[in-house]
């Protein structure tokens, strides 16, 4: 089997902004997404970032600590992409959402999924999972996150009737992630589908999502 490549270094172009560990946490995510986990190393990370050895050490002894933290920032970056539509839909609802705002909210990430589909980051998010689920304790702390982001589609799906908004936040979450992941990984199977994504397609999920918490 051929050696993996070294991380080559990133190019400096000047201060870097924000902290040491957010600049550490960006450059996790790269160096997973370019070189996979087999790549991802300490030396890997100070190399990528142009460090001196032993930065990414001092910071985080273990491998185990380095993947804990660049699964915790791309948690971070979820649950804000997730706060922004929920205020969104909040801001253009006043406080009673709307199937159809809330389509288009839906409609609106699926373009934002696929624009992204093939970028480094995505990959390094699945990369980020895949490390996780052979780590009991990681493992928990996906399905933590998980269940916290399924949770702020519950007030949406009551203010639209759900009778059961957790089981309609629940249905909503699963076929959303189910699709992103199509796209990702197999955006033919979607391309060949006679159910076109979108605007009709969202406004059917939104539907379906409240009948299934009634």
Known sequence: MDALPEAAPREQTGPTKGNRRDELARGA??????????????????????????????????????????????????????????SRIESLCGGKATRDVVAQCCLDLWHYVAAQSQGTLVLARYECFIMARRD????????????????????IM??????????????????????????IFFPSALRTSQAEID????????ETAIAEGD
């Open 136 to 155: 009991p304790e990681l493992m928990a702390l996906v399905e933590n996150v998980m269940l916290a982001r399924q949770t702020r589609w519950e007030p």
């Open 199 to 206: 605007f009709g397609f969202f406004s059917r999920l939104v």
């Open 158 to 183: 009551a203010q639209m009737g759900a009778k059961d908004p957790a089981a309609a936040a629940r249905y909503i979450g699963l076929v959303l992630r189910s699709v992103f992941f199509s796209e």
């Open 29 to 86: 995510l790269e160096v997973l997404g370019l070189y996979g986990s087999r790549g991802f190393t300490h030396r890997a990370l100070d190399r990528h970032l142009g460090l001196p050895e032993g930065t990414t050490s001092a910071y985080y002894r273990r491998r185990e600590d380095l993947v804990a933290m660049a699964i915790r920032h791309v948690f971070l970056q979820d649950a804000r992409q997730l706060d922004d539509i929920v």
